[in-house]
């Protein structure tokens, strides 16, 4: 059998716990497609030109934990603007989103685009304060000097790149439903999660 979720949301909002929590309970396998623009931003950062970074993508690469980094989530956003780019990614995303045993990929234009008839689609937010702070303390692992306000001025420039680009933009889905996990814990955005989608079944 094949059955697609599509999550999409913006930074930090809560897609990737989601994501990962949801394929754990339904036995999907899970794709980050954050992480393929990462990768490009990565090698992209490097000098390398970003239409032959996509297409050269390797799985191995994918694992580096260099591709978190703050300035990683940037040039990831810039080269996700590139409709090339995005193009390179597409059929491994829309093969990934059909295998057999069904799928969740989490991202920004996995309901509108890559997904469009997946049988379930879930678009996350979450505040700009609560989604910086999440996202402040993962890095300060990495980085012990980043401040909050740099974090969420990051994840506002990004916002704003990924909502503004006419390739793809960060929107969702007409008929995705909508978690705003501001003030839930964990937990209980992961049942509202499940529900929806056991709904879909
Ligand atoms: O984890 P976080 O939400 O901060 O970002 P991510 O999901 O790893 O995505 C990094 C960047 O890749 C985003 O800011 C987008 O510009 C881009 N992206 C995209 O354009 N389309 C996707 N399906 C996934 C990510």
Same mark, same amino acid.
């Given at each position: ?9 913006? &930074? ?33 950062? $490097?000098?390398?030109? *970003? ?22 989530? $940037? ?7 590139? *409709? ?8 491994? $995303?829309? !093969? ?19 997904? *469009?008839? #997946?049988? #379930?689609?879930?678009?996350?937010? #979450? ?40 390739? !793809?933009?960060?929107?969702? !889905? ?13 937990? &209980? ?6 529900? !929806?989608?056991?709904?879909? $079944?």
């Amino acid at each position: 059998m094949t059955f697609t979720v599509a999550i999409d949301g913006p &930074a930090a909002s809560g897609k990737g716990t989601i994501a990962r929590a949801v394929a754990a309970h339904f036995g999907f396998a899970h794709l980050d497609t954050g992480l393929l623009y990462r990768g490009v931003g990565f090698r992209v950062m $490097q000098g390398e030109d *970003p239409l032959n970074a996509a297409e050269n993508l390797v799985a191995e690469e994918l694992k580096n934990p260099e591709l978190r980094g703050a300035a990683v989530s $940037q040039w990831a956003s810039k080269v996700a603007v590139l *409709p090339e780019v995005r193009a390179a990614l597409l059929d491994f $995303q829309r !093969a990934f989103a059909r295998r057999l045993g069904g799928a969740v990929l989490d991202g920004r234009d996995i309901g509108t685009v890559i997904c *469009p008839a #997946a049988e #379930a689609k879930l678009f996350v937010t #979450a505040s700009d304060a609560t989604r910086a702070r999440r996202r402040h303390k993962e890095l300060l692992d990495h980085d012990p000097d980043i401040t909050f306000d740099t974090v969420l001025s990051d994840l506002r420039e990004r916002d704003r790149r990924d909502s503004e680009r006419s390739a !793809a933009p960060l929107v969702p !889905a007409d008929d995705a439903i909508l978690i705003d996990t501001s003030d839930m814990s964990i937990d &209980a955005a992961v049942a509202a999660a499940i529900a !929806a989608i056991a709904n879909r $079944q």
